[in-house]
Nanobody, 126 residues
């Protein structure tokens, strides 16, 4: 029901910033909680950030708190991930995801999401 298309990532120096966006198809974007996950080579996909359907509830993985900001614009069917003070450890393929299961809040696990973006590479150099 939902198709997610992510913006291009990029190569950023440590300490730099980058914003990712994820555009969703359909007319029911506001019915889905949205999340961002990332996967480094040889590692499992891990939770980064999530935002509830209304945008009223937001959560972050501990290592990105204070540096990353997730937001959504339901009128534009788009979710964003603003990444500041990037570290080499942030290097990964970043995926946006949509959850039709979450109601008021959101899930932090991969299993809580039904739809996934194609993934975009973010590389942070030292």
């Amino acid at each position: 029901q939902v198709q997610l298309v992510e913006s291009e990532g990029g190569l950023v120096q440590a300490g730099g910033s980058l914003t990712l966006s994820c555009a969703a198809s359909g007319r029911t974007f506001s019915s889905y909680a949205m999340g961002w996950f990332r996967q480094a080579p040889g590692k499992e996909r891990e939770f980064v950030a999530a935002i509830s359907r209304s945008g009223g509830s937001i959560g972050y993985e501990d290592s990105v708190k204070g540096r990353f900001t997730i937001s959504r614009d339901n009128a534009k069917n788009t979710v964003y991930l603003q990444m500041n003070s990037l570290k080499p450890e942030d290097t990964a393929v970043y995926y946006c995801a949509a959850s039709s299961i979450a109601r008021t809040y959101y899930f932090t696990s991969v299993g809580g999401y039904d739809y996934w973006g194609q993934g975009t590479q973010v590389t942070v150099s030292s």
